[in-house]
């Protein structure tokens, strides 16, 4: 009788189905610092990298498993019972859980490359789940909008990518590095067509916004000087867009060597290639965007020097990391010599800005 009426006790103070979702989404949101941040859990058991392979992908299953429940039971009329909400909100929550802490189990020693990639798919499957959680809470059951089922695609899909993930640290490094150089090439296919042009802003503007322009300066509005390079900007421009080139070839470079020559053990040495290499992007995003009008030279030769500085020292990690064999690094200090060239001309173009 006792346990009867704690149990009657205990249905009584269950909240309503659509608290509980509330509150599931929150707790959700929170497991995302912990695994942005979180470290790899400390064991002594001798890390089997097909075993945590088949449990992350397991994981990744079961994850999917529930969030196709949990959408079918507020997707439709009446909806589920306190208790019945309580029971999928826990099982969501474990299939959660379950999969980071698979994601915790991926050592240090297997590469921080590797962790980086297993980490970022760790969190769009949570983001993902808690996105879908906050969606059915708004989404009126039986509603025509497709929105919560979007967001259930989107769990789905960071789900399918996990069997996608490179399954070591060599991969993993090349896999960045080849998103490096398609960055850096997509910025120089843009520069270079907008220096053929010779209209930066070619298509953003409708004709009579050009007319107006073109005619006088209207309060609001910028100038020809804003919308244009001059002659001195695009004398500055080439030797900017030389170096832009030679970040692409560097890039290409370093993967075609650690796809030959990187070898899987090399896992310190793949990370510190990868962690140099990223900043390459962003610094040739800082130039091309200080090169567009009104262009600054003494912005564009900041930009540069700090472009140049990132690449020397990509090409001193590459050299120290010996995945280029000693007969065949020539090549490096002649990269070094074009990208000095191209900084030398254009420190000669901006001297009258120091």
């Not at 099982?91 to 990639?117: D, F, W």
């Not at 802003?201 to 390079?229: A, I, Q, T």
């Not at 540069?304 to 200090?333: C, F, G, N, Y």
Request: with cysteine; hydrophobic share 40%.
């Amino acid at each position: 009788m006792a346990s009867e009426t704690a149990s009657a006790a205990s249905v009584l103070t269950l909240a309503p189905p659509l608290e509980q979702l509330r509150h599931l989404a929150a707790e959700l949101r929170l497991l995302l610092p912990g695994v942005r941040v979180g470290e790899a859990r400390e064991t002594t058991e001798e890390f089997n990298r097909e075993v945590f392979w088949r449990r992350l992908n397991e994981a990744a299953v079961k994850v999917s498993w529930e969030a196709t429940a949990l959408t079918t039971v507020f997707s439709r009329l009446p909806l589920p019972s306190p208790q019945e909400t309580q029971r999928i909100s826990e099982q969501v929550c474990a299939a959660v859980k379950a999969i980071i802490a698979v994601y915790y189990s991926l050592p240090k020693e297997q590469g921080i490359t590797l962790r980086k990639l297993v980490r970022s798919a760790t969190l769009d499957i949570v983001d993902g789940m808690a996105q879908l959680v906050e969606v059915l809470l708004i989404t009126p059951p039986q509603s025509p909008e497709n929105s919560n089922l979007i967001s259930y695609n989107n769990v789905w899909v960071a789900c399918q990518q996990v069997p996608q993930i490179p399954k070591d640290n060599k991969a993993a490094a090349l896999l960045m590095l080849t998103k490096s150089v398609d960055f850096v090439k997509d910025a120089h296919e843009e520069i270079e067509q907008a220096v053929e042009e010779c209209d930066p802003y070619c298509g953003l503007l409708n004709d009579s916004e050009e007319d107006n322009h073109s005619n006088e300066d209207v309060l609001g509005f910028p100038s020809n000087r804003d919308l244009y390079w001059s002659e001195e900007d695009q004398e500055l421009i080439i030797p900017c867009l030389a170096l832009v080139r030679s970040s692409k070839a560097c890039l290409k470079k370093i993967r075609i060597l650690v796809a030959e020559n990187g070898k899987k053990d090399q896992v310190a040495q793949l990370d510190d290639i990868v962690d140099i290499s990223d900043e390459i992007s962003p610094s040739v995003d800082d130039l091309a965007l200080s090169i567009y009008p009104p262009m600054c030279h003494l912005t564009v030769r900041i930009n540069s020097a700090k472009l140049v500085s990132v690449l020397r020292k990509a090409l001193e990690i590459t050299k120290a990391s010996h995945v280029t064999p000693q007969p065949e690094d020539s090549w490096i200090p002649l990269l070094i010599n074009a990208v000095d060239h191209c900084m030398n001309r254009i420190k000669e173009l901006t001297q009258s800005e120091i």
